[in-house]
């Protein structure tokens, strides 16, 4: 029964809410200014951007390297390429998808390599990340090189973050369908979300990187948050499938230096926030159960390391950034 009660209990909370929003808010800006190497925030909660500032950087609108951010996006794009049929199933191999991006001198078992194992850092070879990224890059043949690695582990065991698995994955997607991981990209992300992704990195062979260098604007970046929280869906149209964000948002493995679980290309929070992390403090992340979207960018040159500045991140996150939803 309405009484009047309830009327004033319900009254008193419609006068306070925009008092406390405007707390958590002036919370948020505190534990920002705090952070330097922070350039810009926006948290997305439905559908109204309740935060959104610049402090430092470029601004909003300002195309930014989303570093290892990519390697979500490649994620994504198997989702899609699967969805279309032109790949079987994350249980396809190398050697079933793309054969021909296979050297005449493959490590033995890298045809036997699957899409999964790729997509969840899972492959098995020698890293070509950390303290072996500059001698990949500066390869001759970037697939061969990371191809004919040693196996260090048995795929589909222990997570081994590695740029190169991420780019093996992209060029497979490249001849499986047909199309330059670019293509796919605006195809399948850039026209659905109405975001601009221009050209990036392209490696000896022409293919391009898959897990690094893409450009994104901050507030595309925030859209593809939003892609992720709301299960594949934007503007009405089923861009990415439901089952696949589902599938992504499993996990699979666990990062040796964050702690954080590993799905299909995105780190999961015990908090709940499904994330992509890109060197420097980039992140794309969404949180489905505050109905939250969430994009952040940071100065690019500086390392993000668990155990710094990435965490402060987190902290941010799972602090006044979840308060917000």
Same mark, same amino acid.
């Given at each position: 029964?309405? =009484?009047?009660?309830?009327f004033?209990?319900?009254?008193?909370?419609?006068?306070?809410?925009?008092?406390?929003? +405007?707390?958590q808010? =002036?919370?948020?800006?505190? /534990?920002?200014?705090? *952070?330097?190497?922070?350039?810009?925030?926006?948290?997305?909660r439905?559908?109204?951007?309740?935060?959104?500032? $610049?402090?430092?950087?470029?601004?909003?609108?300002?195309?930014? =390297?989303?570093?290892?951010?990519?390697?979500?996006?490649? $994620?994504?794009?198997?989702?899609?390429? !699967?969805?279309r049929?032109?790949?079987?199933?994350?249980?396809?191999? *190398?050697?079933?998808?793309?054969?021909?991006?296979?050297?005449? =001198?493959?490590?033995? &078992?890298? @045809?036997?390599?699957?899409?999964?194992?790729?997509? #969840?850092?899972?492959?098995?070879?020698?890293?070509?990340? @950390?303290?072996?990224?500059? /001698?990949?890059?500066?390869?001759?043949?970037?697939?061969?090189?990371?191809?004919? %690695?040693?196996?260090?582990?048995?795929?589909?065991?222990?997570?081994?973050?590695?740029? &190169?698995?991420?780019?093996?994955?992209?060029?497979?997607?490249?001849?499986?369908?047909?199309?330059?991981?670019?293509?796919?990209? %605006?195809? %399948?992300?850039?026209?659905?979300?109405?975001?601009?992704?221009?050209?990036?990195?392209?490696d000896?062979?022409?293919?391009?990187? &898959?897990?690094?260098?893409?450009?994104?604007?901050? #507030?595309?970046?925030?859209?593809?948050?939003?892609?992720?929280?709301?299960?594949?869906?934007?503007?009405?149209?089923?861009?990415?499938?439901?089952?696949?964000?589902?599938?992504?948002?499993?996990?699979?493995?666990r990062?040796?230096w964050?702690?954080?679980?590993?799905?299909?290309?995105?780190?999961?929070?015990?908090?709940?926030?499904?994330?992509? +992390? @890109?060197? @420097?403090?980039? !992140? !794309?992340?969404?949180?489905?159960?505050?109905?939250?979207?969430?994009?952040?960018?940071?100065?690019?040159?500086?390392?993000?390391?668990? &155990?710094?500045?990435?965490?402060?991140l987190?902290?941010? *996150?799972?602090?006044?950034?979840?308060?917000?939803?």
């Open positions: 029964m309405f =009484n009047r009660r309830t004033v209990t319900t009254t008193a909370a419609a006068l306070t809410a925009p008092f406390l929003a +405007r707390a808010s =002036n919370i948020l800006q505190g /534990a920002i200014s705090a *952070l330097p190497q922070l350039h810009s925030i926006q948290v997305l439905g559908e109204d951007t309740v935060f959104a500032e $610049a402090p430092r950087g470029p601004g909003l609108d300002r195309l930014t =390297n989303i570093k290892s951010c990519s390697k979500s996006i490649v $994620a994504l794009l198997l989702g899609a390429a !699967i969805d049929g032109d790949v079987p199933s994350v249980a396809a191999t *190398l050697a079933e998808t793309a054969p021909s991006i296979l050297p005449a =001198n493959a490590t033995p &078992g890298a @045809g036997e390599i699957t899409l999964e194992d790729l997509v #969840t850092l899972r492959a098995g070879l020698e890293r070509t990340s @950390g303290p072996n990224y500059g /001698a990949w890059v500066s390869s001759r043949n970037w697939l061969a090189d990371a191809l004919t %690695r040693p196996m260090v582990a048995e795929p589909g065991g222990q997570m081994l973050y590695s740029t &190169g698995s991420t780019h093996i994955l992209g060029a497979a997607l490249a001849e499986a369908t047909g199309q330059s991981l670019l293509a796919q990209a %605006r195809e %399948r992300l850039g026209r659905p979300l109405g975001i601009e992704i221009p050209p990036w990195t392209r000896p062979q022409g293919y391009y990187m &898959g897990g690094n260098e893409m450009a994104l604007r901050p #507030t595309a970046m925030l859209k593809i948050a939003k892609l992720m929280r709301d299960g594949g869906l934007y503007d009405g149209a089923q861009v990415i499938p439901e089952t696949w964000v589902d599938a992504s948002v499993q996990p699979y493995a990062s040796p964050s702690g954080l679980s590993y799905g299909y290309g995105w780190f999961l929070s015990p908090s709940g926030y499904t994330l992509a +992390r @890109g060197y @420097g403090g980039q !992140i !794309i992340a969404a949180h489905a159960g505050r109905n939250l979207a969430v994009a952040i960018t940071s100065d690019p040159t500086q390392p993000a390391r668990s &155990g710094g500045y990435f965490g402060d987190m902290r941010l *996150l799972d602090g006044p950034v979840l308060a917000l939803g």
